[in-house]
């Protein structure tokens, strides 16, 4: 009964996505300690729900490519390996059909860690894995072995102490380069029992006459989303 709110809910209570846009119109980057500013009328009408959100996955996959795009962070055409780890966050309003106090503001702490950082450094691991809410397990349409590899790095992490939602999401999907089939998918969602959930389109570029700046990321978090909810994370 979950909802990521839409047009529609625009027109009567649009309070929430214009809290995480600047004067512009543009979405709005904030730092740890900020966090949207909404009228007093409506701060009580609205639940903060933190989510952690750690990425694992083979390099080059486009783990810092996916959580740039959905924070709204300008991308860079050269690749660049993750050094350590690094957290960047967003905010994402959903609504809770039928609750008396439906209205939701996830906000979401993504860390991501560079792959050669985890033989490194035995610290990054341990802290990618406390307290998450989910592990997003990360491969490439273009890269063969990153998809097979994959269950070994989630059964890595379901020996931890800590039992994170497990997601599994397909990064560079539209590229010309692609070489995992539909049958490749649908062996490893029946082998590991995980819906394999489509990346973002990097390479897109927005329409200029769009006017919710949401709209490129909405059909993904809208599975992020369902996830959650199916996992009990808003009751």
Known sequence: NMATIN????KVDDVLFKSLMNENGERKIFGFLEQPSLPPSFEHAV??????????GKAGVGKSSLVAKLCGYSLSDMYSATLGY?????Y???????????FRLLYIEFWDAGTSSFSQYDYIKPA???NATVCLFCFSFTDKNSLDTLSHL?????????????????TKWDANEAVISSQDI?????TTNITVIHGINIK????????????????????????????????
Not at 7 to 10: A, I, V
Not at 47 to 56: A, D, I, M, Q
Not at 92 to 102: A, D, E, L, R
Not at 159 to 164: F, G, H, L, T, V
């Open 86 to 90: 690094s957290v960047s966050s967003m």
């Open 154 to 170: 989630i059964d890595g992490v379901k020996e931890s102490e800590s039992k994170p939602i497990t997601m599994v999401v397909g």
């Open 204 to 235: 897109k570029k927005p329409s200029p006459r769009v006017i919710n700046p949401f709209v490129e990321i909405k059909d993904f978090m809208d599975k992020f989303v369902a996830v959650l909810s199916e996992n009990g994370i808003f009751t």
């Open 92 to 102: 994402w309003p959903i609504k809770v059909v039928g609750s008396q106090n439906p």
């Open 128 to 130: 990618l894995v406390k």
């Open 186 to 190: 649908s062996e490893f969602e029946s």
């Open 47 to 56: 639940t903060l729900v933190p989510v952690k959100v750690s990425l694992f």
């Open 7 to 10: 047009e529609e809910d625009f």
